[in-house]
């Protein structure tokens, strides 16, 4: 069955700090997409980057980027200058094998202090 | 532009009761529509799946149920709600094939006691 693993339940960190919040999936395709979604405690789900295998440019939204490395099948995202208002809960998904849905990690759990 | 609802954000059920839950899509058609359960420390797990009205593929085999009567109505049913059925229920959308941004809705805290 397709995975996608985040090795890291609980990170912290300080405010304006970096952060990067590991993932590592499993996928026999050649094509696909990655996502990085964020559930702050509102647990309302946020889309917070997404990437396309096909596409070898690390994408970035604003103070967020990924390091997806194709090969290893790896697929981390960077929080630069860490506010308060990215605690939350973050979850790396990938596609299915059958391209119909999204399958999840168990997320990571950070957490900012001032 | 396009909206989930999804209903009821908070139920209390005992062991045994029916359940339904519901969702809906506003400003879309033909959208593909997810169900997803959310349990303590276990992330996100995939439910339901539908691609049209009436077509409902389950990745898990459980107590639930779900359904499709409408373009843009998907329902998550149980007849007996076990203990294990308690978690975080989120309905999710996509603009159809080939189309893998997720939208959620604002979830369902179901809790059997």
């Known amino acids: 069955a397709q995975t996608v693993t985040q090795s890291q339940p609980e990170m912290s960190v300080q405010e304006a700090e970096t952060v990067t919040l590991s993932c590592t999936y499993d996928?026999?395709?050649?094509?696909?997409?990655l996502f990085w979604y964020k559930q702050p405690p509102s647990r309302q789900m946020i889309l917070v980057i997404r990437q396309e295998a096909y596409k070898q440019q690390n994408a970035t939204e604003n103070r967020f980027s990924v390091n997806f490395q194709k090969a290893a099948k790896s697929f981390s995202l960077k929080i630069s200058d860490s506010q308060l208002g990215d605690t939350a809960m973050y979850f790396c998904a990938s596609v299915n094998q059958a391209g119909t849905a999204l399958i999840f990690g168990k997320g990571t759990t950070l957490s900012v202090s001032s | 532009s396009q909206t989930i609802h999804q209903w009821p954000a908070t139920l209390v059920q005992p062991v045994g009761s029916p359940l339904s839950l519901e969702c809906t899509v506003e400003?879309?058609?033909?959208?593909?529509l997810y169900w997803y359960r959310q349990a303590a420390g276990r992330g996100l797990q995939l439910l339901f799946y539908?691609?049209?009205?009436?077509?409902i593929s389950s990745e898990v085999p459980q107590n639930l149920s779900a359904s499709r009567p409408q373009d843009r109505q998907f329902i998550l049913s149980s007849k007996k709600l076990l203990l294990s059925d308690s978690g975080f229920y989120l309905c999710a959308w996509v603009p159809g094939q080939g189309a893998f941004t997720l939208h959620f809705g604002n979830g369902t805290r179901l809790t059997v006691t």
């Open positions: 400003g879309t058609s033909n959208p593909n």
């Open positions: 996928t026999s395709e050649n094509n696909y997409y």
């Open positions: 539908s691609v049209g009205i009436g077509q």
